[in-house]
């Protein structure tokens, strides 16, 4: 420990990694602070991964009502209520947000609530709301961790009316139709949100499908099914300006067309939140995507300051920001040398329906497999829907490297998929082969069964050449 300065560790940005860092070093014995502008939790707990599920949860409500009435079930006159739901997120988020304060009190850390800039290596300044400075602080270590923001076209004309998902999380009434442009799964969650809910939603994408970086199988399948819940899905395309009007907002898309709607959402991408942060001045770089450039174990340019989570722009996931903490707090201050590792990473899309993947997409495989790769596919309709009339259809894909019968992938569109997901990644982790994956018993009946259960391969031993 150092007397020379007010704090052995200093944290920018109290969210998923920047607590769970500040946590750990404070119980370890250190003295720690950490800086936060808006609320305690970050983007996942205030306006990302919680409130978004709520929101899905929401939106289900109506699939499911749809289900029960082939069970048998009536309901007259089910309605939703925009504002109470709102109101019992935003009471669920604020008890979260202080459960984050209380733990980080607990563990000794000072909260700082203000804006954190870098003054030099070792010292910080803190701004209040008016951006004047109130106070100074120095520390040994300095640990970034000030996320993302949204991403707008700034040039796009007419730019200002749309909103993006912050302002999502707080729409004073439900609009009757919406737009959203933007491919990747924070827009297809928030089309299927919305359209669950009742509005009429179109989805644009400048691409040529949803989810890029997806498995291409999981791309169309997807896209096929959010159609046939309603969502109106627009490729290839883009806006060429908005214009407001009397009585909404005129989307004026490339292809000529105009489509007028009363909300018009940008989920056009993130990017890491380094604006004004006085980085120049503490010797630490940007990469040549604009975040903060970072070696295996966090650390940045600068000696003694490290950046972990979506700032540096790795794998931007909560579950991920926290690992990346841990692997901080044990280099750093444990003397055990650790990094993160990306592979095999599962992750879900709380589209409806949903996505759970892990590993490789088959184009990937086929790539680094040398030998090729064995694919096993199925498409089915799900057992609950028996009744309804759907015809929504689960994905399941399992992605096989044909020399060493790993497998290297598995993709499911499906309910449930997330779930799923999570106990498939530790068998994709751990290596384990085909035939292992073949000698795991059936649960019966269920869709996960499933997965143990796929025997014809769809295309053979086909590698990238
Ligand atoms: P953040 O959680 O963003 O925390 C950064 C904090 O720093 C913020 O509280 C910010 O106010 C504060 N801050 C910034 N600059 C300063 C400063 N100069 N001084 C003081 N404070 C500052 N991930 C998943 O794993 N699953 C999901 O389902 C999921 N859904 C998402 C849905 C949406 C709509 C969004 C936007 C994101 C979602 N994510 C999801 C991503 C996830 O939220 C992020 O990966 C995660 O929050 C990153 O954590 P972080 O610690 O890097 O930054």
């Known amino acids: 420990m150092s007397d020379t300065y007010d704090y052995d560790l200093f944290v920018i940005g109290a969210g998923s990694g920047g607590v769970r860092a500040a946590r750990l070093t404070a119980l370890g014995g250190k003295r720690v602070a950490i800086a936060e502008e808006f609320r305690v939790g970050g983007t996942c707990v205030i306006r990302g991964c919680v409130p978004k599920k709520f929101m899905v949860m929401a939106s289900e409500v109506s699939h499911a009502l749809e289900i029960a009435e082939g069970y048998g079930w009536s309901f007259d006159n089910a309605q939703f209520d925009w504002p109470k739901f709102l109101e019992a997120k935003d009471v669920e988020i604020a008890r979260l947000s202080g459960i984050y304060a209380a733990n980080l009190g607990k563990a000794g850390v000072e909260l700082v609530h203000g804006r954190a800039i ?40 007419g730019i200002e009316h749309a909103i993006t998902s912050e302002e999502a999380f707080h729409l004073p009434e439900l609009p009757k139709r919406i737009l959203i442009a ?40 997807l896209a096929g099914e959010i159609e046939k819940r309603g969502i109106k899905v627009i490729l290839g395309c883009q806006h060429r300006s908005l214009e407001k009007t009397a009585t909404g907002i005129v989307n004026h898309l490339e292809n000529g067309m105009k489509l007028e709607t009363d909300v018009v959402m940008f989920a056009t991408g993130r990017i890491p939140y ?74 879900a899309v709380f589209s409806q329906p949903p996505v759970g993947v892990v590993g490789l997409t088959e184009a990937e495989a086929r790539h680094s497999c040398s030998k090729g790769v064995d694919v096993y596919v199925t498409r089915f309709r799900p057992m ?78 086909t590698s990238a050449g």
């Open 384 to 461: 609950k829907y028996a009744f309804t009339g759907s015809d929504e259809r689960v994905l399941m894909k399992l992605v096989v490297d044909a020399d060493t019968q790993r497998v290297v992938g598995v993709h499911i569109v499906g309910p449930d998929s997330p779930e799923m997901i999570q106990l498939a990644a530790i068998a994709v982790k751990a290596g384990l082969t085909k035939a292992q994956w073949d000698a795991t018993c059936a649960v019966h009946p269920t869709m996960a069964e499933e997965l143990v259960t796929l025997k014809e391969k769809q295309s053979q031993n």
């Open 182 to 221: 933007g491919g990747g799964y924070i827009a297809v969650e928030f089309a299927g949100i919305f359209a669950g809910l009742g509005v009429e939603t179109t989805l644009i994408y400048r691409g040529p499908n949803i989810l890029r970086g997806f498995d291409d199988d999981v791309r169309a399948h």
């Open 118 to 157: 870098l003054k030099d290596a070792h010292t910080v300044a803190i701004l209040d709301k008016s951006g004047a400075e109130s106070r100074q602080i120095t520390a040994e270590k300095i640990l970034i961790a000030t996320g993302g923001r949204p991403w707008k076209p700034e040039s796009l004309p």
């Open 274 to 347: 380094v604006a004004d942060l006085g980085l120049s001045k503490a010797g630490v770089e940007l990469n040549d995507e604009g975040a903060i450039k970072v070696d295996p174990y966090s650390k940045t340019t600068a000696d003694n300051i490290w950046a972990i989570g979506d700032v540096t722009d790795r794998m931007n996931l909560t579950p991920v920001a926290i690992r990346e903490a841990v692997a901080f707090h044990e280099t750093v201050y444990r003397n055990n040398p650790q990094h993160f590792d990306y592979e095999a990473v599962a992750t």
